[in-house]
T-cell receptor, first 114, second 117 residues
Framework: NAGVTQTPKFQVLKTGQSMTLQCAQD?????MSWYRQDPGMGLRLIHY???????DQGEVPNGYNVSRSTTEDFPLRLLSAAPSQTSVYFC?????????????FGPGTRLTVT | AQKVTQAQTEISVVEKEDVTLDCVYE???????LFWYKQPPSGELVFLIR??????QNEISGRYSWNFQKSTSSFNFTITASQVVDSAVYFC??????????????FGTGTQLKVEL
């Protein structure tokens, strides 16, 4: 299993540009989520999904869109990038069962918006 | 609303010293789950432990141990005989997910641990 994969690893955008951060998992996990990590603020939940076709907002959803058309993929879209979206983005997945133990995190995407 | 506080921003120790990382949480739920993650300089997040709210037994795994106290809403992490490889940022996190899966995690701001020779 490749686990949780994210592309790209690094990205530089100009203000106003749009882009999609890709996230995929091959573990057949129902739950997937996106977090952003900023210095001194830990990780904050952006959006999450409990299954294909179902998404919901987290703590900091503004400026981001998500969709979940398949169990495997959970892309994060920035519609009009802003410098405040400069951050490291982590995708995570989880089996979504009572006995499931951990959130599996991807390696992260470092995004800079100039 | 749930909240996790890691008051120690940065800790520096000399190798072989013991070190305790503090974590205090707030939640209104009676069932919840607490986690610790390690983020080494390479940037990935490494799962260390999950503890549920109805299991207050302390846990030891090698040089790592965790002390869960519901009375003080704390879930502290101790590294015994620290090593340079322990240098990392450590995050405490809380989930109120009914499935216990930790899908929606609330993270603390992290504690940077530096272990020097």
């Amino acid at each position: 299993n490749a686990g949780v994969t994210q592309t790209p690893k690094f990205q530089v955008l100009k203000t106003g540009q749009s882009m999609t951060l890709q996230c995929a998992q091959d573990m057949n996990h129902e739950y997937m989520s996106w977090y952003r990590q900023d210095p001194g603020m830990g990780l904050r939940l952006i959006h999450y999904s409990v299954g294909a076709g179902i998404t919901d907002q987290g703590e900091v959803p503004n400026g981001y869109n998500v969709s979940r058309s398949t169990t495997e993929d959970f892309p994060l879209r920035l519609l009009s990038a802003a410098p405040s979206q400069t951050s490291v983005y982590f995708c995570a997945s989880n089996p979504g069962t009572v006995v499931s133990y951990e959130q599996y995190f991807g390696p992260g995407t470092r995004l800079t918006v100039t | 609303a749930q909240k996790v506080t890691q008051a120690q921003t940065e800790i520096s120790v000399v190798e072989k010293e013991d070190v305790t990382l503090d974590c205090v949480y707030e939640t209104r739920d009676t069932t919840y789950y607490l986690f610790w993650y390690k983020q080494p300089p390479s940037g990935e997040l490494v799962f260390l432990i999950r503890r549920n709210s109805f299991d207050e037994q302390n846990e030891i795994s090698g040089r790592y141990s965790w002390n869960f106290q519901k009375s003080t809403s704390s879930f502290n992490f101790t590294i015994t005989a620290s090593q340079v490889v322990d240098s990392a940022v450590y995050f405490c996190a809380l989930s109120e997910s009914p499935t216990g899966g930790g899908n929606k995690l609330t993270f603390g701001t992290g504690t940077q641990l530096k272990v020097e020779l």
